[in-house]
């Protein structure tokens, strides 16, 4: 089973500040990863499929890197409404996904 | 409309079965491969279980297998979940979700139908 290791689990910043939470696949998932972000009460929203691709209505100050094991995501210029839980998730085989634990943006 | 939506949560007691159900609509159903995802009370997501869109592959997460069964039918747009021998550790918020697949909609998930194992 892939497992994926998420970090960190919990992040302060201010409005304003650049972010980057990391994702790592035990095993390669070439560019099968997707970022979430959730806030209390609502499903998550998908944000970045495929490593890199950015979903439609998605603000362009969200993006992704990376392929293999290693991941991440930036947000270049935090928001109010970016405050939430952001989730890493491999979807390698059509069949089995895995999410990483979860990263708290919190303000500082 | 685009959209997922689940059913057939409750309050159900410790050793007992409860089956989900999952409505899709708006797009085409048996194209894709779909997934049960569960997150307990403050806690992060949970991947449950996925199928693929023949059924020819479900696979599940540890915490569940051998109590745990998905199913899907095209014909009727809808996924299910059929738990057995619930755990008070089974307690949670069961998502229905589509897979990412190539083209929009890509991120779609219902909001969610609740799960509680207690006595």
């Known amino acids: 089973d892939i497992q994926m290791t998420q970090s960190p689990s919990t992040l302060s910043a201010s409005v304003g500040d650049r972010v980057t939470i990391t994702c790592r696949a035990s095993?390669?998932?070439?560019?099968?990863l997707a970022w979430y972000q959730q806030t209390p009460g609502k499903a998550p929203k998908l944000l970045i499929y495929?490593?890199?691709s950015l979903e439609s209505g998605v603000p362009s100050r969200f993006s992704g890197s990376g392929s293999g094991t290693e991941f991440t995501l930036t947000i270049s210029s935090l928001q109010p409404d970016d405050f939430a839980t952001y989730y890493c998730?491999?979807?390698?085989?059509?069949?089995?996904?895995?999410f990483g634990q979860g990263t708290k943006v919190e303000i500082k | 409309d685009v959209q997922l939506v689940e059913s057939g949560g409750g309050l159900v007691q410790p050793g007992r079965s409860l089956r989900l159900s999952c409505a899709a609509s708006?797009?085409?159903?048996?194209?894709?491969?779909m997934h049960w995802v569960r997150q307990a009370p403050g806690k992060g997501l949970e991947w449950v279980s996925g199928?693929?869109?023949?059924?020819?592959?479900?696979d599940y997460a540890d915490s569940v297998k051998g109590r745990f069964t998905i199913s899907r039918d095209n014909a009727k747009n809808s996924l299910y979940l059929q738990m057995n021998s619930l755990r008070p550790e089974d307690t949670a918020l069961y998502y229905c979700?589509?897979?990412?697949?190539?083209?929009?909609?890509?991120?779609?998930w219902g909001q969610g139908t609740l799960v509680t194992v207690s006595s």
């Open positions: 979700a589509k897979d990412i697949g190539e083209s929009p909609p890509r991120g779609l």
């Open positions: 708006g797009f085409r159903f048996d194209d894709y491969a």
């Open positions: 199928i693929t869109w023949n059924s020819n592959n479900r």
């Open positions: 095993q390669s998932i070439s560019s099968w």
């Open positions: 495929k490593a890199s």
């Open positions: 998730q491999q979807y390698n085989t059509y069949s089995t996904w895995t």
